[in-house]
């Protein structure tokens, strides 16, 4: 089946300590994406990456670290996570035609 | 540049009765647009696309948008609605030709379907 996985789906953190969302996709797609979701704001896209060893900003990078090394998998690092990046979280993947494919989300609180 | 405007944050109907949820946009290229739906705790699943071709977009679940270039509007309808449609729609854009294919979401209109 394909999917877009993201782990962990639900954490609960405190800030400052480093942590690390998973994001995984099986359909062989270049372009993935992460995306945070906060109420009344919509999706807002955080980083993005175009192949292996290609990312870049998206619209609110700051205190987001991502990589690429392999065309399945696209973890977003939080180095030191704060209370404003509580949110809700989404990877996704495209092959083409910008139809993109979203994960389950993950739920993030940091204390 | 380019934004999504949903019109209303919340929309409530009966069961059986057509859905409008309204959606303009703004974009300077030639826009691709898309309605995804949220159910409660789950991930984003594509509804319908729209990317240059009919103007009437069929999606799933009886869902249907109408592409009006003149009045920059992407209006997501159904004729007659079901408990489970209730859920959060979000009306997307991204413009051709940029390789970021960042999608701009609006802020979301929340469904209530009344039995």
């Known amino acids: 089946e394909a999917q877009v996985t993201q782990n962990p789906r639900y954490l609960i953190t405190v800030t400052g300590k480093k942590l690390t969302v998973t994001c995984s996709q099986n359909?062989?797609?270049?372009?993935m994406s992460w995306y945070r979701q906060d109420p009344g704001l919509g999706l807002r896209q955080i980083y993005y990456?175009?192949?292996?060893?290609?990312?870049d900003k998206g619209d609110v990078p700051e205190g987001y670290k991502v990589s690429r090394k392999e065309k399945r998998n696209f973890p977003l690092i939080l180095e030191s996570p704060s209370p404003n990046q509580t949110s809700l979280y989404f990877c996704?993947?495209?092959?083409?035609?910008?139809?993109?494919?979203f994960g389950a989300g993950t739920r993030l609180s940091v204390l | 540049a380019q934004s999504v405007t949903q019109l209303d944050s919340h929309v409530s109907v009966s069961e059986g009765t057509p859905v409008l949820l309204r959606c303009n946009y703004s974009?300077?290229?030639?826009?691709?647009l898309f309605w995804y739906v949220q159910h409660p705790n789950k991930g984003l699943q594509l509804l319908l696309k729209?990317?240059?071709?009919?103007?009437l977009v069929k999606g799933i679940n009886g869902f249907e948008a109408e592409f009006k270039k003149s009045e920059t509007s992407f209006h997501l309808t159904k004729p007659s609605a079901h408990m489970s449609d209730a859920a959060e729609y979000f009306c997307?854009?991204?413009?051709?030709?940029?390789?970021?294919?960042?999608?701009?979401f609006g802020s979301g209109t929340r469904l209530q379907v009344q039995p």
């Open positions: 974009s300077s290229y030639s826009p691709s």
């Open positions: 990456s175009m192949n292996v060893e290609v990312t």
């Open positions: 359909m062989n797609h270049e372009y």
């Open positions: 996704a993947s495209s092959l083409a035609k910008n139809i993109q494919y």
């Open positions: 729209y990317t240059s071709a009919a103007t």
């Open positions: 997307v854009v991204t413009s051709g030709g940029t390789g970021r294919r960042a999608l701009t």
